[in-house]
């Protein structure tokens, strides 16, 4: 049987400067792109690495990026701004605080149709985004490591002024606007005091999927009756930066191994997901 958990492809590390992948996004036709520090966006195809896009005088990673209906990548890097990415281009700035960004964003995602996005920051605050500039926001209290897109919720991953790290669920009224949230997982109390979430995602049958920062267990499935287990428990080295669901049934992400960000490895995860 096939293993459903393999390296997709190593980086090399010993490279000047080094090859250390960040943020990862997956398009319709599988291709997998990966920001590198101080290297640009680079595209996996066919085994081998191309430039999607060049480096920008020696820019750092992206923390998340997302490809939007223009073909063009959206990217997030920790500070008040949100970067468009054209392919063959260095990346430029989309919006700042001058759009009203006002906090660190740290992840960021489009909505199904891929025009409007979703995005977050350490600030606790969420972020709506349209590809018309038009930004609104909505206040938590926190910092939010993560968004998930369910289609008609919104799944945040945050970590509160108590230091718990909590999974809320906003019914999404419109493409621009939020209904009341729920709190909808508390990750420190269920499964562990210390560990950090990094990632969300989401399958066809509502299942929401955990990525931490735990170098033994990196994630957990939490089913829509609460239940929670470990997922592929073993078989993922290390922990999760930065997780995306490609077509069909698999999925990718880079991993960290001792604190360094080290490869992008293929999951077979045995269903669709939520798109």
């Known amino acids: 049987a096939p293993i459903p958990v393999a390296r997709y492809y190593d980086f090399n590390d010993k490279a000047i400067p080094k090859e250390t992948p960040y943020a990862i996004e997956v398009d319709a036709q599988g ?12 595209m996996i195809v066919a085994d081998t690495l191309a430039v999607f896009s060049p480096n920008a005088a020696n820019a750092p990673f992206f923390k998340s990026i997302t490809m939007a209906s223009d073909s063009a990548i959206y990217g997030v890097r920790g ?14 700035t989309f919006v700042s605080s001058a759009n009203g960004i006002v906090d660190n964003l740290n992840d960021i995602e489009f909505d199904f149709s891929r025009n409007v996005f979703w995005s977050c920051g350490a600030d606790g605050y969420l972020y709506i985004v349209t590809l018309n500039k038009n ?23 945050i970590r509160d002024t ?3 790290e909590l999974v809320w669920k906003f019914p999404i009224i419109s493409s621009d606007s939020l209904g009341t949230a ?24 509502g299942n929401l999927y955990i990525c931490s920062n735990k170098q033994s267990v ?28 490609g077509p069909e049934n698999v999925a990718y992400f880079t991993n960290i191994l001792l604190d360094i960000n080290t490869d992008v490895w293929k999951v077979d995860m045995k269903k669709l997901s939520v798109q």
């Not at 291709?31 to 680079?42: H, N, P, R």
């Not at 930004?135 to 998930?148: F, R």
């Not at 929670?228 to 930065?242: N, Q, R, T, V, W």
Request: proline letters at 2%; glycine letters at 6%.
């Open 79 to 92: 500070v008040k701004g949100i970067y468009k990415v054209v392919k063959n281009t260095a990346p430029a």
């Open 31 to 42: 291709i997998v792109y990966v920001s590198l520090d101080k290297l640009g966006i680079k």
């Open 218 to 245: 990196a994630m957990y499935i939490v089913r829509p009756d609460k239940s929670f287990s470990e997922f592929y428990s073993g078989l993922i080295a290390g922990s999760i930066y930065s997780f995306k669901w």
């Open 182 to 205: 729920e709190l909808y997982f508390n990750f420190t109390q269920n499964v562990d005091s210390i560990a950090k979430m990094t990632d969300l995602a989401l399958d066809q049958d």
């Open 162 to 164: 108590n230091n718990q």
């Open 135 to 157: 930004v609104k926001k909505y206040q938590m209290s926190g910092n939010i490591s993560a968004i998930k897109n369910g289609g008609d919720n919104l799944f945040v991953a």
